[in-house]
C-alpha cells in the first residue's frame, strides 16, 4: 500500500460544485501539505499543516480551504469550483526538520481534477 | 519573496553527463533540494544541500554554492529512465519549502 493515498486519482465536475480531495498517510509524519501543479508553473503551495491544530496558508490559498482531520488525514476543498483550479494536486508529508538538516517531502501520487 | 530560476528543457544522450542548474533569490536560506518527477508521476527526493560543496548519491550529485545562491544537479551515465522533470526546492525556514518551475530533461539514444 503507497504511504500517502490520494482520492479521488481523477475527478471531472461543473463550475460552481464543491469538491473534496483527500489525503490519508501512513508514514507518521506531522507534516502534512496540498500543492497545485500547473504546466511550467511547478509545484505550487496551498496550505500546510504542522500537526492538528496548526494549519497556515500556502503562497495560493484563495479559493481553497483544508481540514486536518487527524494526524494522519488531510483533506482539500474546493468551495465552489472556477475552470482555473483545473490542475493536478499533489498531497505531501514530511517528519520535523531540525535545524539545517532535512526532512524530504514524501508525495502521494496526485489527483487529477477538470472543471468544466 | 522567493524566486528560483532553471531551465525549462535539457536534451542529452544516454551514457553522457547533464547538469542541471538552479539559481535563486531567498529570503533566508536553509538548504537546496532536488525532486525527480516521471510524466504522471508524483515528485521523488533525490538530495539536499545545506552546506557549500557536492553531494554524491550512485549516478547523481548536488552541488551547491551559498555565496553564489546558485546549485545544479549533475546526473552521470545517462539511462533513458532518466528522462523526467527535475525540481530544485529552496527550504528557506522552518519546514517551508518552494519549489522551482522544473527542468525537462530528454535522454536520447
Known amino acids: 500500500d503507497a504511504d500517502v493515498t490520494q482520492t479521488p486519482r481523477n475527478r471531472i465536475t461543473k463550475t460552481g460544485k464543491r469538491i473534496m480531495l483527500e489525503c490519508s498517510q501512513t508514514?507518521?509524519?506531522?507534516?502534512m501539505y496540498w500543492y497545485r501543479q500547473d504546466p511550467g508553473l511547478g509545484l505550487r503551495l496551498i496550505y500546510y499543516?504542522?500537526?492538528?491544530?496548526?494549519?497556515n496558508k500556502g503562497e495560493i490559498s484563495d479559493g481553497y480551504s483544508v481540514s486536518r482531520q487527524a494526524q494522519a488525514k488531510f483533506s482539500l476543498s474546493l468551495e465552489s469550483a472556477i475552470p482555473n483550479q483545473t490542475a493536478l494536486y499533489f498531497c505531501?508529508?514530511?517528519?520535523?526538520?531540525?535545524?539545517?538538516?532535512?526532512?524530504?517531502?514524501?508525495f502521494g501520487d496526485g489527483t487529477r481534477l477538470s472543471i468544466l | 519573496g522567493q524566486s528560483l530560476e532553471q531551465p525549462s528543457e535539457v536534451t542529452a544522450v544516454e551514457g553522457a553527463i547533464v547538469q542541471i542548474n538552479c539559481t535563486y533569490q531567498?529570503?533566508?536560506?536553509?538548504?537546496l533540494s532536488w525532486y525527480q518527477q516521471h510524466d504522471g508521476g508524483a515528485p521523488t527526493f533525490l538530495s539536499y544541500?545545506?552546506?557549500?560543496g557536492l553531494e554524491e548519491t550512485g549516478r547523481f550529485s548536488s552541488f551547491l554554492s551559498r555565496s553564489d545562491s546558485y546549485g545544479y544537479l549533475l546526473l552521470q551515465e545517462l539511462q533513458m529512465k532518466d528522462s523526467a522533470s527535475y525540481f530544485c526546492?529552496?527550504?528557506?525556514?522552518?519546514?517551508?519549502?518552494?519549489f522551482g518551475t522544473g527542468t525537462k530533461l530528454q535522454v536520447i539514444p
Open positions: 505531501a508529508t514530511s517528519a520535523r526538520d531540525g535545524g539545517y538538516s532535512n526532512q524530504p517531502q514524501h
Open positions: 544541500n545545506a552546506l557549500d
Open positions: 508514514k507518521g509524519h506531522d507534516r
Open positions: 499543516s504542522f500537526d492538528v491544530k496548526d494549519i
Open positions: 526546492a529552496v527550504r528557506v525556514g522552518y519546514q517551508k519549502v518552494t
Open positions: 531567498t529570503s533566508g536560506f536553509y538548504g
